[in-house]
């Protein structure tokens, strides 16, 4: 009997060990928007472009609280980081319900990480979206990114989304630990401009240590110079 | 081994990143009425072509009352719309019990968002509708579109539909944050007008900020010239 | 890796955003019964051929009493016809049970609607059958077509099975408002008649707004002349 | 992206809306015993071929008591006929439960058709099983046919199983409402015997409106001349 | 759209309404230990080969014992024949648990029928083993074929596995019913002995009106001569 | 319609009703470690090569005590193996619980063909190992082998795994029924020695009736020369 | 029938009983960071790669303690790397609160080798990760390896991930029972930056007999000379 006569299994890997569906899902975060998150010891910051729609239409909000203290940002299709974003939001009450106190963000990234895994084991779609999170708990002010696979980094500066490898590169040779509030958003958005070559919106998130409060920035910085 | 010979299993995402199934839903979309939502800051209408049908049959109803300030309109597969407002309508309802006060046009779209999106990461049909709703609550006259695949924006002027694109068109170039309702209604009509050949008749949706309340004008009225 | 060695997923949606299996069971439908339904503000009526059979074998009932005051009759394959029959015949139960009064025909309408749908949406059989719902409640003598696919329309006549173009075309041209009961059953079996070659007999069901009950013509008409 | 690479959904429909598995079921019952059932307005008689079968091996039953009043018959597979009288059975035993009255034969007729019907919904195997049920029931002496797909027709002569179509003909020529019950039993044998060329016996079962009882006929009948 | 790009659905009937996979388990059956059952008035026996295993190694056991008035043999998958034969003890012990009497032949031969069969409804794997079944009851010394398909018949000489067909024809030509048990004992090692070409044992389970007691003879018999 | 239009079945059988994956199951086990038991009235052994690892690396356990009185040894995938060796450690402690005596060797052979079988019937993997089970209960010492497929045989000589029928060769030439346990290990290493060519561990486990007890030997015999 | 016309089942095993998924799952555990443990009676490290990283992201971590007296670290996808530390972590908090005593090392390395087996059964993903487990309980230091087949193995020295061959016959020449601590750190060292060309940091865990506690050293080895 010739193997291909042999039946057909619902398979995952590819002969090298490749995870089939979870590398294309990671094309549709590399199409996403230029996401970024910068931070200092007592500063971060999250800032993403907002694809630039028709004129009647709002871009979608790319800049998401997610409690007094923590906030996210995420590249991929929206519909997915729409979904993260609620699972983040549901862990963080679920966290001051039961612990009565704020959700750290390890924790948050932890949960995040452990929920976008679920969808790689079994047969269903894993999620095409990656994100940063950061916040202030007791250990100060921290940030993470979280992949598409499960997997998550801690970190002081991330880029998702297009041209991600470029605006990592412009935060990597321009970061300094001791940049202001004003130097880290004047450095995020000189990131996302390195890739975005038309006008286009920049959402920016800040959470600092000193308030322990994620906001966003009230306007938007435009691209266009 | 060869690789055919793996097996095969559900997948979800072709090779960059697309959502087979979900992207061909759309197409189902692009064929429906040609359907649009403009508004200001104190009104907002909806309005969609009703397709024309044999001589005895009525024309579908495409503007659906959802609650007392609130409605909604489709384009897409006629069963899969009707079950979005059905969706829609429960939500509403169940907001009213929870919480003893009307829902919010913001969270119902999250809501039918999220609806929409399960569709998308489950061995099922993705739904081939998208919507737009508009509604009067706390925050104002406020509009949004929710796509096929769970994706929602806000703003002041949309078209789904067969030949939304032109229909865009013609709302961005004669959009003016001042008109009134009468000037909404022209423009609607015109928007629609410009994709749709032949004789039609449009129904319409109208909510505004002083009475807060949705309805559907009386008479549809008649494209033809 | 090669496209084709990605692996196959349950898919309902062709790359024109049609759904294969709907459309497929549409032809079904097409191949049932001519059946007609036809009304004028105070009287409606449904009618359908009997498919001749042999001899000593009696046709099967094409014309279902639903309830009092309501009826429906179908065309496609007969054991899903009478899946349709039997679920309106319980709606309308439950309604009399929940709330103690009749099911009015347009949440009959939506209600076999939305049961059509489900069967859309997984990976089970859609339906092949199409019915028309004719019943006497308080807004008046109403008729509704409901599709294999969960679409529904209201109207004045309409035409499903074999031939129900050419029906159609009949009842619109020689339809008047102001028929009488002879009159809509003189112009309903032309309908049929117009279609079918040979000679079958013709099952016909009535409901006025002066008696609020629907009843099935006691002796069928034959279409031989 | 060509079609062939878009995956693969259950499917029930051929494209010329045929239900696939439903029409091979059938092949299955068009190989059955030969098996007919002739009714009078007060007497009704059902008769199957037993299939020859080896010296020593009594050949299947093919006449069923389904309660006092009521009897069944059936071609295809054994283990499907088998099934399909387990449920009558049971459906006559919950309707005396019930209600405490014999199941009437229309009933009986309906929740079989509707027992067949659902394993033409779901990916499971229809049953390849015809069979026609008699009885005796406050209406008088009926009889229905219901086949693999869950159809059912009330008459007074069916033929099932191979050669139907030949003796359902010898039914319909030599057919008398008149007929007495051993008129019934001659016509039956003729009709399975103008079908079945070489030897081999003829289960018959009886109900007749005077008595209100099913019962087979003690001694099978021999088609050797 | 190309038939072939339908999609594909679980199917179990092949175009002439054959059962695939219940087919194909015959094939395992037919391979089996040669398995035959004869019976007079007031005397069965059940006999099989001993299929010739390593020198250390007993032989599988082939008659079982079900309960104190009943037994069993089977041809097949081990495993299978071990799983019909569990089912069948299982049923004896509920039906004197229940009824507190012990389970008649015919009842044990449905049960198993009603069991067998489910496996050829659904896509799960329809067993590979046929049975035959004997016992005393009221109705007398009983015995009865159930089928991988769930078939059964009754009969008074049975042979199922490897050269049933020439090892019933042996006992077709000298049954006689007035053998003793001697006789029925040689005449089963001589039906057996017809097919097996190699020196193998036969083990024999006997069970007689005289003393309603199923039990196998305690030498099995050696087919070498 | 062209049959490979058809669509597409779980199947289980190949034509000639071979169960494929039970076949493929049976390559792994014939993979697996040289595995044998020998056992005379009084004494069983069961013993097996323990595949040499790396240096520093323990070789897997292969002998597995069940319970005091209760042994056993496996050949095929260790996690298969060491599910097998769970399952038969449950059982034991079950049957103390329920019963309040040891679980006997047959019942705990029945138990896992039982619960091997399981694995073939379903859409799941069988697993890819054999067994060999020793003990002594009221009925003397007794030994069994458990294949993939869920058959058993009871024997005093059993090889199963990589050369099992060179190894059961030399079992049998050299078998007799009152070998002393010195002996029995003699043989049993000889058997194993016979098929492994280089230098490897063996692991014995001993039961016999004058303890009731199965143990391990403190040191495992060393193949070199 | 062509034998490619049967129909497909899901399978698992290729034609010569290789697991096919679980072996494509090997390449990832083989791509992953080089990964070692090594111990003497009284001391275990466990020591892993940190791959590295763009300069702003933290490297994963790579040590993890399960419990006081309990690490493990491994090699594969990330995400499947911190699936099983989670179960690992639960499995030792359950046992504290069941037995009140913490958990040994074999039978956690038991507990995760069941729990990676599962998934190597069903149609789900095996997961694509090996672990190496070492703590201190009543029995001494023990290590273990569990491999993503759910095998596991007791050892003295164990390396898995990326070049795993080569820096296991580093440990192999140079290892010796009475290493300190010390010369400990500097054998694992040395074996992973055998294989690791580039800088690249290396992260340690110790336990040892005298503390009882598993504990990260402080800071992480440079492999750059």
New interface residues.
């Given amino acids: ?1 010739e ?19 979870v590398d ?8 996403g928007s230029t996401t970024i998150g ?1 931070k200092t010891k007592d500063i971060a910051i999250l800032a993403s472009q907002l694809k630039p ?6 871009p ?1 909000e790319k800049i998401y609280p997610i409690d007094d203290h923590l906030g996210a940002t995420g590249a991929g ?4 980081v ?2 993260l974003i ?1 699972e983040l939001r549901l862990q963080a009450q679920k966290h001051r319900l039961t612990f009565d106190s704020p959700l750290d963000v390890k924790t948050a990234s ?1 949960e995040l ?2 929920y ?2 679920q ?10 979206a990656s994100s940063i999170i950061a916040g202030s708990d007791p250990t100060g002010v921290q940030m993470y ?1 979280v992949d598409q ?10 880029a998702i989304g297009a041209g991600s490898e470029r605006s ?1 590169e412009v ?2 040779r321009e ?1 300094n630990p001791n940049m202001s509030l004003e130097d880290l958003v004047s450095l995020g958005t000189k990131a996302i401009k390195s890739v975005t070559q038309d006008e286009s919106q920049i959402e920016i998130g800040v959470v600092s240590k000193s308030t322990s409060r994620f906001a966003k920035l009230t306007t938007p910085i435009q691209t266009l110079q």
């Fill in positions: 009997m193997s291909q006569q042999l039946g057909r299994t619902p398979y995952f890997y590819g002969p090298e060990g490749a995870l089939v569906q294309f899902a990671l094309e549709a975060v590399n199409r910068i729609t028709r004129a009647l239409i709002d979608a299709y929206i519909g997915d729409l979904k609620q932890e990480s452990s976008l895994h969808y790689t084991i079994y047969a269903v779609r894993p999620l095409g990114q696979s499960g997997t998550y980094f801690k970190g002081s500066g991330f990592l935060i990597q970061y």
